[in-house]
């Protein structure tokens, strides 16, 4: 390969950047004063995820911040190369969705040494990488799989005149959980939170865990697995780490004749509309919410570290529990 200098390199990097991510922008508009964002997201897998990405597109927009967006389709090699882009072209701040929570050290530091600051967003990472970005702005997955928990706790020992379960008196509860893409934040701390608090009620078997991605394509696919199972169709209760997932199991449910809700207590977690709607149908019995509008609360903590301002370490969105017992008639449309 003949030799390219430094300067023609970073050229031809600066070309690269510009018509990798300026294809809905003039070249006055990226040229401009404004603050540069450069946001990386994991994909489109899902309804909640998409309006992951409207809502920070929105924001961006609104709050005249420009916006490098880059969709990673699901690869972590991708969501590298798009950072060390955003690099390349000395974006004010960089933020990112991670796929999973491991493999950053290398790109983070490539952050640091080249001082732009970074925000982890919706999914956490390692705390080994701590002090290689400045905050988390997203969801409490802990807290998310706690509330899931509790729920079947009330569900199962005090429900609400009307909800009680028909289940015998000390025989076991048994759970098949649908985790999410292994490694992810998501995955581990919905399933640690759960277990947190089942954990002071024997009575609470996990007969089985699985990654389904959070796709609704191997929701549907474990689940007709399961339904297979001598060992566990009589599974008592579905607890699925997203609504995607939950709603490819109860397609699975309904082939068999299967009432979901009912046959099988159910408890999902994002409370997309097809999921609430599903709640109030009956064949959801609660809904654990992870609000996906990060938007403009990114836009605000990237403006303040463009400024050079401290920001939070942490950051939770506000987030609800839907139950089978709550009055949903006069619930807004969820928008996704």
Known sequence: MPFINKTVYNIILLVYCIVLFSCNKTQEEITNDGIILGFSQIGAESAWRNQNTRSVQEAAARQRIQLLFFNAEQKQENQIRAIRSFIAYQVDVIAFVPIISGGWRNVLEEARDAGIPVLICDREINDAYEDLYIGYLGTNMLQ????????????????????????????????????????????????????????????FQIIYSASGDFLRSKGYELMREILDDDLLRNMNVLFSHNDSMTLGAID??????????????????????????ALKRGEINC???????????????????ARGEPIPRISYMIEAVFNEWDDLSRLPARGY
Not at 252 to 274: F, L
Not at 294 to 304: E, S, V
């Open 144 to 203: 998310q799989g706690r509330s899931a928990a509790d729920f079947l706790v009330t569900k199962f020992f005090d429900p609400p005149e009307g909800f009680a379960v028909d289940h015998p008196a000390g025989q076991p509860i048994r759970i098949v959980e649908l985790q999410g893409t292994e490694d992810s934040s998501p995955a581990i701390l919905r399933a640690l939170g759960f277990r947190e608090v089942l954990e002071n009620h024997t009575e």
């Open 252 to 277: 699975a449910m309904k082939e068999r004749g299967i009432q979901p809700g009912k046959d099988i207590i159910i408890v999902s977690i994002d409370a997309e509309q097809a999921a609430i709607d």
């Open 287 to 305: 809904v654990v919410e992870c609000n996906p509008n990060q938007g403009a609360d990114i836009m605000n903590l990237a403006q303040r570290l």
